[in-house]
Every structure is written in C-alpha cells, then in structure tokens.
T-cell receptor
Framework: GNSVTQMEGPVTLSEEAFLTINCTYTATGYPSLFWYVQYPGEGLQLLLK?????DKGSNKGFEATYRKETTSFHLEKGSVQVSDSAVYFCALGSNFGNEKLTFGTGTRLTIIP | DTAVSQTPKYLVTQMGNDKSIKCEQN?????MYWYKQDSKKFLKIMFSYNNKELIINETVPNRFSPKSPDKAHLNLHINSLELGDSAVYFC????????????FGPGTRLTVT
C-alpha cells in the first residue's frame, strides 16, 4: 500500500535559518505529492503540491521537488520566520483512484527569534 | 465567510454518551471527509462522501456513523463514547473525489472522561 515517511520532529531553528524537512514515499504508479501545514489551533492548509516527476511546487518561500528516482519530496525554505512555526505534513494522493490522501506523521517546526 | 465550519469546537463528555459533530462547507465542493487526529498529530481518514454517497469507509468502529443530508453537510455521530475516542476530528472538503486539494475545518476537540 501507499505510505509516507517524514523526518521525526520536533525541529527547532533560529530565525533566518535554512529549513529542510525530509519526506519519502512508497506508492504504486505516479502519485501526486503535497505538503500541508497546520498552524496552532487550526486545520490543515495546502502549502504546495507537485503532480509529476521533476515538478517543483512552491508557495510562501517554501519549495519541494518531486524526485521519482529517490521517491522523495523534501520541503525547503531558505530563511525561516517565527510565523513559520507549525506542524508540516507530507501527503500522497494515489492516481489509481482510491481517492484518499495518505499523510505522513507530521513534523513540528518551532522557529525562535 | 468560513469555507469549512465545524460545531462544536470543543466537546467534553463522559464515557458511554452519544454525541454528534456537524460540518458545513460553502465552497460548492462535491466531496467531504472526516479525519481523526490523535495526540501525536497522526492524521487518519475515517470517511468520505461524494455527492451524499459514501465512497471511503476506513476501518472505523460501527459506533461511528456519518450522515450527509446534502453535499454541503457531513455530520458525524458517535455512539457509546470510549476514552480512546478522545482526539481532534477534522472535517474537510474537495471539489471532487479525485482532487487531493482539500480544505480543512478548524477541528473539534473531543475529550471523553
């Protein structure tokens, strides 16, 4: 079956540091890949997505590239801000029609001033 | 104008009781979901409805029963509540079943004592 593995958290960084949150996946075929973000006390929001190999998703300074050869979709940001503190979820959507997102376990990110 | 709304936001109840959580979306989406998020932030899908028809029913105890009176509403009724049901329950919607761009509600924190 499909699965997503994210780096264990929590991750604590200083403001303006470089961020990487690793995500790898196992899936049949060519899934779509997503990063969702959950700010404290809120529901999840779609942050970015990529639907095919070598696609790069980007939003709010975050980027992730769909790497089929390494089955990875690592999230990066060049300079984090305190407002980026949240829980980040990598997710996979199968293109074989089972119509559900498979989420990773989430990585809690805290940015300190 | 909240896109996906849930009520109540907090629910504290005793073991054995029956409770309901309501969800409404005003996005005109065809598909709605219920997710359960445990204390470690692990997110698991429970149910999905497309145009009022159940399309995803994960391994969830029979005590949980979703109901979709129309495509803008998806309610979750839980019978005979147990301690292990304590979690945050999220409603979400997407434009169609095959779309993984989901919009989440703010969550309902259920505490069973």
């Amino acid at each position: 079956g499909n699965s997503v593995t994210q780096m264990e958290g929590p991750v604590t960084l200083s403001e303006e540091a470089f961020l990487t949150i690793n995500c790898t996946y196992t899936a049949t075929g060519y899934p779509s890949l997503f990063w969702y973000v959950q700010y404290p006390g809120e529901g999840l929001q779609l942050l970015l997505k990529a639907t095919k190999a070598d696609d790069k998703g980007s939003n709010k300074g975050f980027e992730a590239t769909y790497r089929k050869e390494t089955t990875s979709f690592h999230l990066e940001k060049g300079s984090v801000q305190v407002s980026d503190s949240a829980v980040y979820f990598c997710a996979l959507g199968s293109n074989f029609g089972n119509e559900k997102l498979t989420f990773g376990t989430g990585t809690r990110l805290t940015i300190i001033p | 104008d909240t896109a996906v709304s849930q009520t109540p936001k907090y629910l504290v109840t005793q073991m054995g009781n029956d409770k309901s959580i309501k969800c409404e979306q005003n996005l005109g989406h065809d598909t709605m979901y219920w997710y359960k998020q445990d204390s470690k932030k692990f997110l698991k899908i429970m149910f999905s409805y497309n145009n009022k028809e159940l399309i995803i029913n994960e391994t969830v105890p029979n005590r949980f029963s979703p109901k979709s009176p129309d495509k803008a509403h998806l309610n979750l009724h839980i019978n005979s509540l147990e301690l292990g049901d304590s979690a945050v329950y999220f409603c979400a919607s997407s434009q169609q079943a095959a779309s993984y761009e989901q919009y989440f509600g703010p969550g309902t924190r259920l505490t069973v004592t």
